[in-house]
């Protein structure tokens, strides 16, 4: 069956650092574009971050851009989330996604959980 499971979660103070992965099976893990969304209480899921299958390209929202960093691990199937510099309005739920077609061409075709970050003043 098909999973994304994240960790790394948790409760981190502002200015802080964690590092989220993302364990993919199930599918064909070169073929995909992986990535990061994340929703927060009374807000719009948002695309964090995404690495392109295709050349290897990867994108930030520009909210993040300088803090975050994405990274992969093919040989473990494995998605990351470097995150530095930790804002209050950081936190989240943090989802890592599949799309076979690319980052952000259309919807996505498998989705994690979720892992709860939560960045403390």
């Known amino acids: 069956e098909v999973q994304l499971v994240e960790s790394g979660g948790g409760l981190v103070q502002a200015g802080g650092s964690l590092r989220l992965s993302c364990a993919a099976s199930?599918?064909?893990?070169?073929?995909?574009?992986i990535g990061w969304f994340r929703q927060a209480p009374g807000k719009e899921r948002e695309g964090v971050s995404c690495?392109?299958?295709?050349?290897?390209?990867?994108h930030y929202a520009d909210s993040v851009k300088g803090r975050f960093t994405i990274s992969s691990d093919n040989g473990k199937n494995t998605v990351y989330l470097q995150m530095n510099s930790l804002k209050p309005e950081d936190t989240a739920v943090y989802y890592c996604?599949?799309?076979?077609?690319?980052?952000?061409?259309?919807?996505?075709?498998?989705w994690g959980k979720g892992t709860l970050v939560t960045v403390s003043s």
């Open positions: 690495m392109d299958s295709s050349d290897g390209s990867t």
């Open positions: 996604a599949a799309d076979r077609y690319g980052c952000y061409v259309r919807g996505v075709d498998y």
């Open positions: 199930g599918f064909t893990f070169d073929d995909y574009a």
